[in-house]
C-alpha cells in the first residue's frame, strides 16, 4: 500500500511537466527576443533549403502566432517543437527546461557565425569571472577558433599549457580522443579546463611539422601576474611584460611603473607576445601613458559605420623614449590595440616578432539574468589610422620567429633583436 503523500509515477510525472511549464514559461518571457530571432534563422533556413538567413532578416521580418507566411515567422514553432518534445521525447521525464532553453540560445546566437558572440550559462558566467580576475582552474591558454579549427591563441606565461610545450597557432585537433570539431568553441574551452591535479589530452597539429601528436597537460591553480618589469644594461632599458589587460591590469601596471622612478631608463621594451588581450579599457588606459594627451589610441566601428574614437586620456611617460614592440601569433585584441596605438602615434616605435593574431572585434557583456549573461559582438575596432585588422593581424616592423630549436634551448632571438635596436637608438642620442 501507498503510504499517504508518496507520489506515484504518474503523478511525478504530472507534477513535474507542471513546474517545467511554470518554470519555461516565466524564463522564456524573459528572453522571448532571443529565442524569436533564433527560430528566424531556423525558418529562413528550412526555407531556403540552405543556412542562408538573408531570406529572412530580422529587420524585416514579422513575428506572429499564426499560420507561417512566405515572410512571417510563426513563434508557434518553438512552442509546437517543445510539445513535441516533451510528449515524445523517450526520456522526456529527463528533461531540464533550463538547459533546454539555454541550447536554444547558443545555438540562436551560434547562427550569427560570430565566435565571439556567446551566452554564458551559470556555471560559464561564473568561469568567465574567473578569467578576468586572473585566477582559475585549468592549463592556462586562450583559446579560439581560426579556419574552423580549435586553435591555442596564447598560452599564459608560466602555466601548464606552457609548461607541456604548447605555443602560439597550435592547432587542437583533439580533447581526450574525440575530436574537437564536434564542440563548439564554448564546449571545447569547457572539455579543457578543469580540477587540479587532473590531467587532459590534447591532439595537436603543429605547421612545420608531419604529423599530430598527443600532448598530455596537468591542469593547476592559474593564477597569473599580468605585468612584470625587469631592466637590462644596469637600468638603461626597461623591460616591461604584459600577459593579458584583466581587472587587476591597471593597479599591476600602475605599480610596475612606481619602480622606474628614480631609475635612469632610456629605453623601453614592450613585451604583448602571447597576450590574448581582455579588457578594452585597460588597454587605452595603459596607452594613455605612452601616448601624447588627446592622441587616438583606437577607433570603434558600430554596425551602421559610425565612429567613434577613443583618446589618450592623459599622464604621458614614455613617449619620448625610444621604444620597441614585441608581438606574435598570439597577441590579439586589447595586446594589438596597444601595438597598433604605439606604432601610428609614434616615430619612435618599432615592431618586431610574428604577425599578430588579428581579433579587431568589441564585444560587450550583458546580464541577461541574476546570474546568465550574453557577449555579444557590438563594433569592429581600427587603428588610429583607420586599418582594418580582424582576420588581418599586425605585421612587425621587423619579422623575427621562434624556433623548435630556439624553444628547446631557451633562446630568444625576437627579445635579442628587441635589445639590439634599443641600444643602437640609445647610442645615436
Known sequence: MMEYGEPTDNMRSEGLER?????????????????????????GRLSAGTTDVMDSPVSRTFFSNTDPGNRDVDFALFWNVWDILREKYVDRTDLDASTLLYGAIDGMLAASGDPYTTFFDPEEQQAFEEDISGKFEGIGAEMGIRDNILTIIAPLEGAPAEQAGLRPNDRVLGIDGEPSTNFSLDES???????????????????????????????????????????????????????????????EYREAVTGLTGQNVRGMIIDLRSNPGGLLDSAIS????????????????????????????????FSGIP??????????SASEILAGAL???????????????????????????????????????????????????????????????????????????????????????
Open 19 to 43: 513546474e517545467n511549464r511554470k518554470m519555461v514559461g516565466k524564463i522564456l518571457r524573459t528572453f522571448f527576443l532571443f529565442v524569436a530571432i533564433y527560430i528566424v534563422y531556423q525558418v
Open 323 to 332: 621604444t620597441v614592440v614585441l608581438i606574435d601569433e598570439g597577441s590579439a
Open 343 to 429: 606604432r601610428e602615434n609614434r616615430d619612435n616605435v618599432t615592431l618586431v616578432g610574428k604577425k599578430s593574431y588579428g581579433k579587431g572585434s568589441v564585444q560587450e557583456l550583458i546580464p541577461s539574468s541574476a546570474d546568465t549573461s550574453v557577449k555579444v559582438t557590438i563594433a569592429r575596432w581600427l587603428t588610429p589610422k583607420g586599418n582594418q585588422i580582424h582576420e588581418v593581424g599586425i605585421i612587425p616592423d621587423e619579422e623575427i620567429g621562434m624556433t623548435r630549436e630556439d624553444y628547446e634551448n631557451d633562446r630568444d632571438p625576437q627579445m635579442d633583436r628587441a635589445l639590439q635596436i634599443i641600444r643602437e637608438k640609445i647610442g645615436k642620442e
Open 189 to 251: 574551452v569547457d572539455r579543457i579546463r578543469g580540477p587540479k591535479d587532473t590531467e587532459v589530452t590534447l591532439t595537436i597539429f603543429r605547421e612545420g611539422e608531419d604529423e599530430s601528436r598527443d600532448v598530455v597537460v596537468k591542469r593547476g591553480l592559474i593564477t597569473v601576474e599580468s605585468v612584470k618589469l625587469s631592466f637590462e644594461d644596469d637600468g638603461a632599458v626597461g623591460i616591461l611584460r604584459i600577459s593579458r589587460f584583466g581587472e587587476d591590469t591597471e593597479r
Open 286 to 317: 595603459i596607452g594613455s601613458t605612452m601616448l601624447p594627451r588627446g592622441k587616438v589610441v583606437v577607433i570603434e566601428e558600430n554596425a551602421a559605420g559610425e565612429r567613434k574614437e577613443d583618446h589618450a586620456g592623459g599622464g604621458d611617460r
